[in-house]
């Protein structure tokens, strides 16, 4: 009898113990533990009513004795069955390498799963767990968000037992089933809502979400904040605390490339679940001897809708990106920029300009020395053809009228083959080797239809804007047009290159995931041709299907053999000038969304501040060389942001201020601004020409003076931009086509504009107006009768400078019709003032 009363005993016990529960609650999350024989397992996870995905609760520890090996010892291949990464691609092996060790894919060390031992309710809003090893001991304090309902904080701590190498892994609070995926995003490396059939494409180029629970660097996680969205529409969210990461620049040299943080989209064992590992397994910082501690804490987000919204939570209520916009001062104007540069292009000297014979043809460009195939130092290119014509135009300079625009053009006429054969139409390349006289790609001999719309149909598109009578250029933009035609498949694609000798088609393991149908649309727009506007719309059609809906980008620089770069946020402005052609919000959606996904290649992380740095021996404060704010030229695993940060080229900045208009969200202004404002330590004060990656700091235009044209023109097109959206559309001028390759920044100057119902032509007057506050732009604009000037406020409270204009007559504030005299000026934040001299 006492046997059996024993036994009922522990049975009660048994039953007692794992009904046993703790509950933490608001009026959003409704969080429930309940102990069981493994441990205080995670029962219940709401949001609202809204069960969320499998609760389970289970903690990853990963430990090893010795250092893991840092050399990849796994072999991957291409979609088309041939060995990954091609050894032509040289910038890229050694990033796979660092992709592919044991430590990046997940598979080093010993992991340890459990769940915790011991829980305790410390209030309504807060609970700790614990648990003990031989390893180590932990602590787990669970915090609910008392600002944010749908977050929840959480602390580990660990003291180690034993000497080894330690990292300790957000718990998987839930597990998400692979076929209840709605989207999910790493920001700065992928996003997507199917998992990847190739890891080469998953994981070297962000198409699909990868296959393995493999972790993801500092440098290139945009925003610190993975997010899967299910097919209910509750998105879920890791988000480490501000800080955890590396500071890419400590003290005085470039950390660029440390590595403290991992994130990753699965948890060890392979599961669907958001997770943090801190510190990162090999790492210095994972090196611990007994009694040393881990300590991190992190949140859960959860809210109702889609990732984007759990994006924009991170990056502007955890990480304070528009609260770090107050930082942001200039030491000279955008304006003065544009002004001194001018000058800068006019210098042979200085800005490499060349002169060279081609075929009996004078053909004129500038050196680029950055890495081309077959070059010895002799490659020459130009930029941007709608800064150049819209500069000579605006200014009336004749030394570009007369020694530039004639060589440049002709170096367009050289580039296009106009013989018959396979290529005829197409562009032969984007380089001129002077020494062998030839045209050639980046990096091989191959022509693609990329290159056709770039360096043909957008380059004479955009000449033509302000050449129109010029029939030479409309009989060569009808024969490149032609030629997309034929290279457009019966669905709406286009290859991604052709092989100049066998014309067999080239990069088959990927697709062209690119604007190429852009081309087509310059030619309806310039020869009006109906056929060309219903071809251009069935490749926007297949791109939307195949690219924007499902997160799946290729880029355009071939030296990274495509990784996925700014042709991204160009693909947006591409399918808004379809919208504004065609009236059908389908592209209008599909522009927004794009622009949405390139926003997570905008780095929000780490948080600046003004902590003083050292950069090559000069005083900087922390937000000056801040990477927060900049855009990737390509991220991911294989980009060149992982080695030289992102870029000062902010094409994007114009057409953000535009998605800002269209839609209201304020992300896209708020970094609009902060890639355009302050940037003034990475500018050459000689030249006012900034340096193109970030980890240079100041080096000017370096081995790219050709980027100094980009430079006018993405910087034209940002401060327009602001002018049409601060004024209402009073302020409005005509935008032309974008320019080839690095973005979506357009032309103008080309066809008057209107300024409050008044015509008018923009001008580059220098000299015409003086001001001596940097954050005040000023934008110039004439017709017969009047002379306009257009203040621009690029912060966010009001300033104040002397505003000195040197013509003659009556000045006019045109809002408010009042007469200005003296020479003060104030604008309130982010304001705009017009005046007008008559």
């Known amino acids: 009898m006492k046997k059996i009363n024993l036994v009922i005993i522990c049975l009660l016990y048994s039953l007692w113990a794992h009904t046993q529960t703790i509950t933490l609650a608001n009026r959003q999350l409704h969080i429930v533990w309940q102990q069981a024989k493994e441990g205080w397992k995670l029962k219940e996870l709401r949001l609202g009513n809204q069960p969320v995905a499998n609760p389970s609760g289970e903690y990853t520890l990963l430990y090893a004795t010795d250092k893991p090996a840092d050399i990849a010892d796994v072999h991957f291949e291409r979609a088309d ?78 003291q180690c037992k034993k000497a080894g190498y330690y990292s300790l892994a957000s718990p998987t609070a839930v597990v998400i089933d692979k076929q209840d995926v709605s989207w999910a995003v790493m920001p700065g490396y992928f996003q997507g809502n199917e998992f990847g059939q190739n890891m080469v494409n998953s994981y070297a180029y962000g198409q699909g979400i990868p296959a393995m629970p493999v972790l993801y660097r500092e440098r290139c996680a945009s925003t610190f904040c993975p997010v899967i969205t299910t097919k209910e529409q509750v998105s879920f969210a890791v988000i480490p605390d501000p800080g955890l990461g590396r500071d890419p620049w400590e003290a005085d040299h470039n950390t660029h490339q440390v590595w403290q943080l991992a994130l990753s989209h699965m948890n060890r064992k392979g599961q669907l679940a958001p997770t943090v590992y801190y510190p990162v397994l090999g790492e210095p910082a994972s090196l611990k001897k007994q009694g040393d501690k881990i300590d991190y804490g992190y949140r859960y987000s959860l809210q109702k809708g889609e990732w984007y919204t759990l994006l924009t939570h991170a990056v502007n209520d955890i990480y304070g990106f528009k609260n770090a916009l107050s930082l942001r001062r200039n030491k000279q104007s955008l304006t003065s920029r544009v002004a001194h540069m001018h000058h800068y292009l006019l210098d042979r000297k200085t800005s490499l300009w060349n002169i060279v014979d081609f075929n009996g043809l004078s053909i004129g460009g500038q050196s680029y020395l950055g890495g081309v195939v077959g070059s010895k130092g002799d490659a020459i290119k130009n930029a941007d053809y709608g800064a150049m014509w819209m500069l000579a135009r605006t200014s009336g300079d004749q030394f570009l009228k007369d020694s530039v625009l004639p060589y440049a053009l002709n170096f367009k006429l050289a580039q296009q083959q106009t013989g018959p054969g396979f290529f005829q139409g197409a562009a032969t390349g984007q380089y001129y080797l002077s020494k062998r006289k030839m045209f050639t790609e980046e990096w091989g001999e191959f022509v693609e239809p990329i290159s056709l719309t770039y360096y043909v149909m957008l380059d004479i598109g955009n000449i033509l804007l302000f050449e129109p009578d010029n029939d030479t250029l409309k009989q060569r933009l009808a024969l490149g ?145 801040s990477q927060a704010g900049l855009s990737f030229e390509h991220g991911g695993i294989i980009g060149s942001a992982n080695g030289a940060g992102p870029i000062m080229l902010c094409s994007h900045a114009g057409m953000f201020v535009r998605l800002f208009q269209l839609t209201g969200d304020s992300l896209f202004i708020e970094m609009a601004r902060a890639a355009a404002i302050g940037r003034d330590a990475f500018v050459d004060p000689a030249t006012s020409v900034a340096t193109y990656y970030w980890n240079a700091m100041n080096k000017g235009a370096g081995p790219y003076p050709h980027h100094a044209w980009w430079q006018i023109g993405w910087i034209t097109d940002y401060l327009l931009s602001e002018a049409q959206l601060r004024s209402g559309n009073q302020v409005v001028f005509p935008r032309g086509f974008v320019t080839p390759k690095v973005g979506p920044h ?40 009047s002379t306009f000037v257009i203040l621009l406020n690029d912060v966010g409270e009001e300033v104040k400078g002397q505003l000195k204009i040197n013509a003659k007559g009556q000045v006019t504030d045109l809002v408010t019709g009042r007469r200005v005299s003296g020479t003060d000026v104030a604008l309130e934040a982010y304001g705009i003032k017009v005046l007008m001299i008559q």
Request: proline letters at 5%; aromatic letters at 12%; hydrophobic letters at 40%.
């Open 81 to 158: 069955g041939k060995p990954w990464p091609d050894t032509a691609y040289h910038y890229q092996i050694n990033a796979w390498k660092q992709a592919t060790t044991p430590v990046a894919l997940n598979t080093a060390g010993e992991a340890i799963h459990f769940y915790p031992s011991g829980a305790k309710q410390l209030s309504p809003t807060a609970v700790v767990f614990t648990w003990t090893s031989a390893l180590a001991v932990m602590t787990a304090t669970w915090t609910l968000d008392d600002q944010y309902e749908g977050d929840v904080r959480v602390n580990l701590q660990l």
């Open 481 to 625: 047009a032609s030629q997309l035609l034929r290279w457009q498949k019966p669905d709406g694609s286009w290859e991604v290159a052709y092989d100049r000798d066998s014309h067999a088609p080239l990069f088959t393991d990927i697709e062209d995931l690119r604007p190429t149908f852009y081309g087509l649309m310059v030619a309806y727009r310039i020869l009006k041709d109906p056929q060309y506007l219903q071809a251009a719309m069935r490749g926007a059609d297949w791109f939307i299907e195949h690219a924007v809906n499902k997160g799946h980008f290729i880029g355009v620089c071939g030296d990274a053999r495509y990784a996925p770069d700014f042709a991204t946020a160009q693909s947006a402005q591409a399918l808004l000038d379809l919208y504004d052609l065609t009236h059908d919000k389908k592209y209008r959606d599909a522009a927004i969304r794009t622009g949405r996904m390139y926003l997570t290649s905008i780095y929000t992380q780490p948080v600046p501040d003004r902590k003083i740095k050292t950069v090559k021996g000069v005083a900087r404060e922390d937000w000056q060389i």
């Open 746 to 785: 357009e032309s103008y100057g080309f066809a008057p504009g209107k300024i409050y119902g008044q015509d008018a032509q923009l001008i580059a007057q220098e000299g015409l107006v003086e001001c001596d506050h940097p954050d005040i732009e000023y934008i110039l604009a004439k017709n017969e009768k």
